[in-house]
């Protein structure tokens, strides 16, 4: 488990500064826009509570041709070319089209921050606390910067609307224990007797295995279920991590503030995969910030384009979010059965996988880095 790093009491020192960005969460969709910014020339801060990498946010399951395209496979931990679902009345095997792989966090966001490094890039540790315009009030002091982004999770820290409060809000929520052990399949339970409208999981990581429960109804609570799972799979329920994950898409642009991943609701819903559309969202959003430090654009401008491009997104979250809500109906009932079966078919799970896929496809990843001389908002596949 991580250790904890971050500075506290005495050791934390004032920070006052103006920056030419300030990228706020050091997590996927702040680290995906700090690597688009590099050798931009902009003085760019990023600032998190903890310390890059310190606090695990995820089971860290991901198309692994989007590790590969990143140039990030050295944090991979294990790949699986198929899933494995079970209900109560069978277990279904679903041939993929493109492998999932688990990776290691701090890994990962090593890497990132290493591909996003150079001179003008650098990292503090604050808790942010609001925001009045162009600046961000932190718990260490006032940061000043015209290109702000917010990356800090479901909470949209920075936005100064009514403040969304889970359970009453359009959220699910996810559980998951960290015990060591080892195992050879991707799996997915849905199962009333776990969660009566979600699923549990096991993803394998190494010696390791994460395993979890995640309910699309944030009324229903995942901790005594989470135990129960790792129970019968004869494990112990170490490490715990969770949070509430974002079902809907919120304002991408709000009052000059740039928000991507969670606190944008980039996380998609049914299968709250977030972590390559944090990325990919930041890497949309980055490529606009660098367009307006390179001045081939103004501010103005890159948060029109960058508010359309998640827009542009709308009609595949509602219908992700419909199917969601379909299956949390289903899932006491024979046929949730009857739809896991339909995807043993090759050919009705490659159909519906590759366009799950398409939603934040891993060619953009050399698409942003192709618009380091061409701006390119291009509309989603
Ligand atoms: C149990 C569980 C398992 C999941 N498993 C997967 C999975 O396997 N694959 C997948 O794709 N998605 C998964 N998700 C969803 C995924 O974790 C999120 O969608 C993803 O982490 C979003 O990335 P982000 O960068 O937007 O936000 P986060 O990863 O939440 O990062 C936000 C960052 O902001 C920082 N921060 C927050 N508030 C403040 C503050 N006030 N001041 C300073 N810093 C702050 C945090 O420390 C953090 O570093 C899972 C979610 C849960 C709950």
Redesign the pocket.
């Known amino acids: 488990m991580p250790v904890r790093a971050t500075k506290r009491g005495t050791s934390r020192t004032r920070l006052e500064r103006d920056c030419d960005v300030l990228v ?7 680290l995906a826009v700090a690597r688009e910014l590099a050798g931009s020339g902009a003085r760019v801060l990023m ?4 310390e890059i990498g310190e ?1 695990q ?6 198309p692994t041709r989007w590790l590969e395209a990143l140039e990030l496979t050295g944090s991979l931990r294990q790949t699986f070319d198929e899933l494995v679902v079970h209900t109560p009345h069978r277990t279904s095997r679903w041939p993929l089209p493109w492998s999932f792989s688990t990776f290691d966090y701090r890994e990962l966001c090593a890497e990132m921050w290493t591909q996003a490094s150079d001179q003008a890039l650098e990292f503090e540790t ?4 609001g925001r009045s315009a162009d600046t961000v009030f ?1 718990d260490r002091g006032e940061l000043r910067a015209p290109l702000i982004v917010d ?5 949209r ?1 920075l936005s100064n609307a009514a403040p969304i409060q889970p359970p009453h809000a359009p959220m699910s ?4 224990v960290h015990p060591q052990g080892r195992g050879e399949e991707m799996e997915l339970w849905l199962d009333a007797r776990y969660i009566r409208a979600g699923y549990a999981w096991s ?1 394998p990581a190494g010696d390791e295995l ?1 395993v ?1 429960v ?1 309910s699309f109804w944030p009324e229903h609570h995942v901790k005594e279920p989470t135990v129960r799972v790792a129970r019968d799979l004869g494990l112990p329920p170490d490490g715990y ?5 974002p079902h809907q898409l919120r304002r991408a642009v709000e009052d000059g503030v740039f928000f ?4 944008a609701g ?2 998609l819903p049914l299968t ?7 990325i990919y969202f ?1 890497l949309a959003c980055g490529r606009e910030l660098r367009a307006v430090i390179e001045g081939r654009t103004t501010r103005e401008q890159a948060l029109a384009r960058y508010g359309a491009f998640s827009d542009a997104h709308e009609r595949k979250f509602r219908w992700l979010l419909a199917v969601q809500r379909m299956i949390g109906q289903i899932t006491p009932s024979r046929a949730a059965t009857a739809v896991t079966r339909a995807f043993e078919s090759r050919r009705v799970s490659h159909w519906a996988f590759e366009h799950y896929l398409a939603i934040a496809p891993p060619t953009f990843v050399g698409a942003a880095r192709r618009a380091a001389s061409r701006p390119l908002v291009s509309s989603p596949a």
Do not use: M
């Not at 946010?57 to 991901?62: E, Q, R």
């Not at 604050?126 to 606390?129: W, Y």
């Not at 929520?173 to 998951?176: D, I, K, Q, S, Y």
């Open positions: 706020c969460g050091g997590s996927f969709a702040g600032i998190d509570r903890y606090r946010t995820s089971a860290c399951g991901i604050a808790t942010v606390i932190t990356g800090l999770g479901w909470r820290v929520r996810g559980l998951e993803f994460r979890g995640g991590q969770g949070n509430w994950i991507t991943g969670d606190s980039h996380c709250a995969e977030g972590i390559r559309t944090a930041g």
